[in-house]
Each structure stands twice: as structure tokens, then as C-alpha cells.
């Protein structure tokens, strides 16, 4: 049986205007992505990783080309469409954490099933802080955790709503190795437990070497490493 792509980019280009200029940022990309994969997107800062990634999560529209995520074009959809699919369907991993200083750690978590409406999220919450090793600091807030707990805090948070795409920006990237090693080591469990598609932009050699597929970016073009 044929198994549809989770993930789908049709000649994607994406260009901006800077003032009598335009700068190409994205030229060309296609590639497909299976449900339960782990791919490295790979490549120099500037070459155009993070502009995809946001663009695979609707945060923007391309110049060109369409990228579809189970089955539904992005171009089809309006900004409320696109924000509903990313909701439904998608995690985000930030490398700035970009957890909200006044919320607690399990508040946080929380809050993408409450922004869906959700009611009593609280016991998955805490099951998903047990699960990254936060289980005793539900209660503290941001300011209160490592930079190793915050990113914890906000890989619970990105699975809160058991996504099944899950887009990682330099997840590992503001860690020290041995706490960088246990979040590739904690991204990788989760992917196994949920069946999670993780798509993640790194520079860390070693989470890309553990991701079956490394997509290369180089000046906005993109290929296929094969081992």
C-alpha cells in the first residue's frame, strides 16, 4: 500500500523585496516527507532553512510553488485556514524557547490546547512534563529553569496537542553539549512514542546524523545527502 506524504513542496521559490532589489531566498525546493520520518535540514546560517521552515508551517506564503500537509495545499487556504491546519497538525520548536515569562512551566504547556478551547488539559500537561523529566517543577516559571528545562518545557508544550508533524528551529542550538545530547535524545523518544514527523534545522552534527534523511540547503537551493 502506497503511504500519501505527511509533507509535500512543489517547486517552492520565495523572494523579498528590498528596495529596488529582490532577493531570491528560496529557489526551486521540492521534496516529500513520509509520516513518522526524521529529517535534517542542514546547512550554512543565510542559506534559507528557517525561511522553509516557517513557510512548512504557513507562517508566511512563498513567492512560488505550494507546499501541502496532509493533503491540503497551503495556497487554498486563507490566514484563519492555515492557523486552524497548523493547530491541528503541527508543533513548533523554537530555538529561543519563546516561553511566556508569566506563565508557570505546566501553564505553558497548557496553553496550545486552551488556545484550541480545550478544557482540563492540565493531567495531559503533567504527563508530558513527567515525561521530559520536569514532573517536580509544574509550578516554577521560566525565569526559574535552566536553558536545558525551558527547552524541555517547550517540547512538552510543542506536543501538547499530539501534532503530527513536529518543525524543530535549531532545537539544540542556545544548549551546552550534554544538555543538547538528552533534548536529541528526548526528541527522538517522543518521535517513537507519537509517530511524530520531525523536520528539524540544525548545525549539531550528531542530531543530523540521527535523522534517517539530511536535506542540504546551500544559497537557497536544496538537496538530498545519501548515505
Do not use: Y
Not at 523585496?17 to 529582490?22: A, H, I, K
Not at 501534532?163 to 535524545?185: F, M, S, V, W, Y
Not at 542540504?216 to 548515505?227: K, S, W
Amino acid at each position: 500500500m502506497t503511504v500519501s506524504p505527511i509533507i509535500k513542496v512543489a517547486n517552492l521559490s520565495h523572494k523579498v523585496r528590498l528596495g529596488e532589489q529582490t532577493l531570491t531566498i528560496l529557489e526551486g525546493i521540492a521534496f516529500e516527507v513520509k509520516p513518522g520520518q526524521s529529517v535534517a535540514l542542514v546547512g550554512a546560517s543565510g542559506s534559507g532553512k528557517s525561511t522553509l521552515l516557517g513557510l512548512l508551517a504557513g507562517l508566511d506564503s512563498a513567492s512560488d510553488g505550494d507546499i501541502a500537509i496532509k493533503d491540503q495545499w497551503l495556497s487554498a487556504l486563507n490566514e484563519e485556514q492555515r492557523a486552524q491546519l497548523r493547530g491541528q497538525h503541527i508543533g513548533f520548536v523554537f530555538q529561543s524557547f519563546l516561553l511566556l515569562p508569566t506563565l508557570t512551566a505546566l501553564e505553558n504547556v497548557m496553553l496550545p490546547a486552551e488556545l484550541q478551547g480545550k478544557k482540563r488539559c492540565d493531567e495531559r500537561a503533567r504527563q508530558l512534563l513527567e515525561q521530559v523529566g520536569l514532573g517536580a517543577r509544574v509550578q516554577h516559571f521560566p525565569s526559574q529553569l535552566s536553558g536545558g528545562e525551558q527547552q524541555r518545557v517547550a517540547i512538552a508544550r510543542a506536543f501538547m496537542t499530539q501534532p503530527e508533524i513536529l518543525l524543530a528551529d535549531e532545537p539544540t542550538g542556545n544548549l551546552d553539549h550534554r544538555t543538547g545530547e538528552q533534548i536529541i535524545d528526548l526528541l527522538f523518544e517522543l518521535n517513537q512514542t507519537h509517530g511524530t514527523t520531525l523536520l528539524m534545522v540544525t548545525h549539531d552534527e550528531a542530531l543530523a546524523q540521527r535523522c534517517e534523511r539530511r536535506l542540504v540547503m546551500t544559497a537557497g537551493r536544496l538537496e538530498e545527502l545519501h548515505a
